[in-house]
């Protein structure tokens, strides 16, 4: 049974940080891209940073380019996504996703398996 299984999230002051780490299990996703989106109320879930199998490949959302970093550990099967500089939008539950392919994409359709979301919310 494949899982990815976000930890990390919480809530947390303007201007602090947090990391989450997204841990997958029942299959390696070292050939796969991988992401990290989000879903704040009544809103549309998208990404936020994607990161290719290697690492090499990065995208991050212009919300939250200079704050966000992605990365991953394959020999963990783990990606994390370090939050600086919080700010009150960046409220949402956080949603690691693993792609089929190798290529960064950008749509929530083009990311086949989910984690079940952990919720990370900042206080003004």
């Known amino acids: 049974q494949v899982q990815l299984v976000e930890s990390g999230g919480g809530l947390v002051q303007a201007g602090t940080s947090l990391r989450l780490s997204c841990e997958a299990s029942?299959?390696?996703?070292?050939?796969?891209?991988m992401g990290w989106f989000r879903q704040a109320p009544g809103k549309e879930r998208v990404l936020v940073a994607g990161?290719?199998?290697?690492?090499?490949?990065?995208y991050y959302a212009d919300s939250v380019k200079g704050r966000f970093t992605i990365s991953r550990d394959n020999a963990k099967n783990t990606v994390y996504l370090q939050m600086n500089s919080l700010k009150p939008e960046d409220t949402a539950v956080y949603y690691c996703?693993?792609?089929?392919?190798?290529?960064?994409?950008?749509?929530?359709?083009?990311?086949?398996?989910w984690g079940q979301g952990t919720q990370v919310t900042v206080s003004s």
């Open positions: 996703a693993a792609r089929q392919g190798s290529k960064l994409a950008y749509t929530r359709y083009d990311y086949g398996y």
């Open positions: 029942g299959r390696t996703f070292n050939n796969n891209a």
């Open positions: 990161i290719s199998p290697s690492g090499v490949f990065t």
